[in-house]
């Protein structure tokens, strides 16, 4: 596997998880990507975080206009060289169906080399606050992508009102999201401030700092 990739609905901390997955990975004797393709939405973004990825082994690949005011589609051509590298490629993609198009354009090359995708549960952003809309939402993903989800992370939360309560009153619907699309929940997200106060479970916790931050 060496393409990993993070999707879901918008708002959904697809970009902090992304970035707490490529500094993990960067912990492994190999080079790591972090590719900043969400070309949707210009208000949270992984290139926030360059000087904390690079500092610790992890070359991002981002739009060249991120981290400005200029909120201008367009992807990094240096996209190209994760396919030519031996490496981890964690891709960070955007919101729904429109963000997912891009990786249309790198489907088949991704799938020759290997993927996860990830598909990341907030119960509480609207239009996914129940396990149907959240299904359908993935199931369009797939569709706009060309590629299939492997496992859910459950990363549900209200920003800074967040605590352990807001994450595992959710536990049952993301089962049910499970049940409806026979994937595993890879991981709980939970922020490193409470993640040590989560109860015993089978499925991992990913303590998760915040990373990102909004443009106004």
């Known amino acids: 596997m060496k393409h ?7 708002g959904s901390g697809k970009s902090n998880i992304a970035i707490t997955l ?3 990975y960067a912990k ?5 990507f972090l590719i900043d393709c969400d070309i949707v939405n210009p208000y949270f973004r992984s290139a926030d975080s360059k000087e904390l990825l690079e500092n610790n082994g992890v ?4 739009p060249m206009y991120a981290n400005t005011n200029l909120d201008i589609p367009a992807l990094p051509a240096d996209i190209q060289k994760v396919f ?8 960070d993609i955007g919101g729904d169906d429109s963000g997912a198009i891009v990786l249309g354009r790198y489907a088949e090359s991704i799938i020759r080399d290997g993927y996860e995708m990830y598909y990341v549960l907030n119960f509480y952003r609207p239009l996914t606050d129940n ?4 299904t359908s939402l993935m199931l369009e993903i797939e569709k706009s992508s060309g590629l299939r989800c492997s496992a859910l992370i459950n990363n549900s939360n209200l920003g800074s009102e967040t605590d352990s309560n ?3 009153s959710t536990f049952g619907k993301a089962e049910d999201v499970s049940a409806k699309t026979g994937l595993p929940i890879k991981f709980n997200g939970a922020l490193s ?11 991992e916790t990913l303590p998760i700092s915040i990373n990102t931050r909004k443009y106004f």
């Open 166 to 168: 807001v994450l595992t």
């Open 22 to 24: 490529a500094l993990e």
């Open 193 to 203: 401030s409470f993640s040590a106060l989560l109860p015993l479970s089978e499925i």
């Open 59 to 62: 070359e991002l690949i981002a």
């Open 4 to 10: 990993i990739i993070i999707t879901g609905h918008y």
């Open 131 to 134: 396990s149907e809309d959240m």
């Open 84 to 91: 030519a590298a031996d490496c981890y490629a964690v891709w």
């Open 28 to 32: 492994k004797d190999k080079k790591v």
